[in-house]
C-alpha cells in the first residue's frame, strides 16, 4: 500500500510516516519500481503501535526502546513496567510544574486592577531582567516575588 493508504489505515500523517522512516523508527519502506513508498501491514502495525505509544505522550527515543522490548520475545515484562513507571513520573511532574504555572498567573492575574491603567503587574514581572521563573507569594499582600531555587 501508498504512503496515503497507510497514513489512513494507521492514523499517522505522511508527513510523520516518513519523518519516522528519517529517524529510524520505522525501517525504510519497499519501494515500487516507479519509486513510491510500499507499506505491508506489519508496517501498519508498526505504525499503529507507534501512534499508541505518542497518544500516550512517549517521546521517540522511549518508542525506540518500546519497541525493542516489542520485538523481544525473550523479554521481561518488569522492564516494560519500569519503563510504564517511568513515564507516568515523568507525566506527573509535567502536571505538577502546568499546575504551578497556573497557579502563578492565576496570582498575577489578581494583581492586575484591568483597568485604562497602563500599569500591570503581569507585564511588569514578565519584563524583569532576570533568568528566575516567575512566581507569586499570595501570603504577601499580592507583591510579586522571584521563585526560590528548588532544582
Known sequence: MNIGDAAKASSVSAKMIRYYEQIGLIPAADRTESGY???????????RFIRRARDLGFQVAEITDLLGLWNDTSRHSADVKRLAEQHIADLEQRIEHMRQMAD??????????????????IL????????????????????????????
Open 104 to 121: 502563578t498567573l492565576k496570582s498575577l492575574i489578581s494583581c492586575c486592577a484591568g483597568d485604562e491603567r497602563p500599569e500591570c503587574p
Open 124 to 151: 511588569q514581572r514578565l519584563g524583569e531582567d532576570d533568568e528566575t521563573p516567575v512566581t507569586v507569594d499570595t501570603a504577601k499582600t499580592g507583591a510579586v516575588r522571584r521563585r526560590s531555587q528548588k532544582q
Open 37 to 47: 513508498r510500499a507499506y505491508s501491514q506489519a508496517d501498519i502495525h508498526r505504525l
